[in-house]
């Protein structure tokens, strides 16, 4: 599935050019991730007290039209390729049929310390339910 989280542009974080500040879509983006995760029963703070924490090592974006203040948007997110200690998510702001901004985020799952770990059976099993139908 394809995890929609719906978001509501904010004063804040408008620029002085009247459209949301670039930098602001990378909080949407984790705002989508996090979401997502919850949606599928990956919960960070569960993870976090098991001493593990998924950190992000890889952000492509790419920036199509602005959003504005009091826009309704929502931010897809679907996983794509997983490898063994981290995986790719495929990430979009959308205003209606219309993309604003896509992303590619890697995460990868590491200990307290910050060291890489494989991905476990049971992440992974819930990772794959936010697979597009169609991959």
């Given at each position: 599935m394809t995890h929609r989280t719906p978001l509501s542009v904010r004063f804040s974080e408008v620029d002085p050019y009247q459209h949301v500040n670039h930098a602001v879509y990378v909080v949407y983006f984790e705002e989508g991730r996090t979401q997502a995760l919850a949606a599928v029963g990956l919960?960070?703070?569960?993870?976090?007290?098991?001493?593990?924490?998924?950190?992000?090592?890889?952000?492509?974006?790419?920036?199509r039209a602005p959003a504005h203040l009091g826009d309704q948007l929502v931010v897809e997110t679907a996983v794509g390729e997983v490898r063994g200690?981290?995986?790719w998510f495929h990430q979009r702001v959308m205003r209606g049929d219309t993309v604003l901004v896509e992303a590619e985020v890697r995460g990868g799952l590491t200990d307290a310390d910050g060291r890489p770990r494989r991905l476990p059976p049971a992440f992974l099993e819930r990772l794959e339910r936010l697979r597009p139908a169609t991959r």
């Open positions: 919960d960070l703070a569960g993870l976090q007290a098991q001493g593990q924490q998924i950190v992000i090592v890889d952000l492509k974006v790419r920036y200690a981290s995986t």
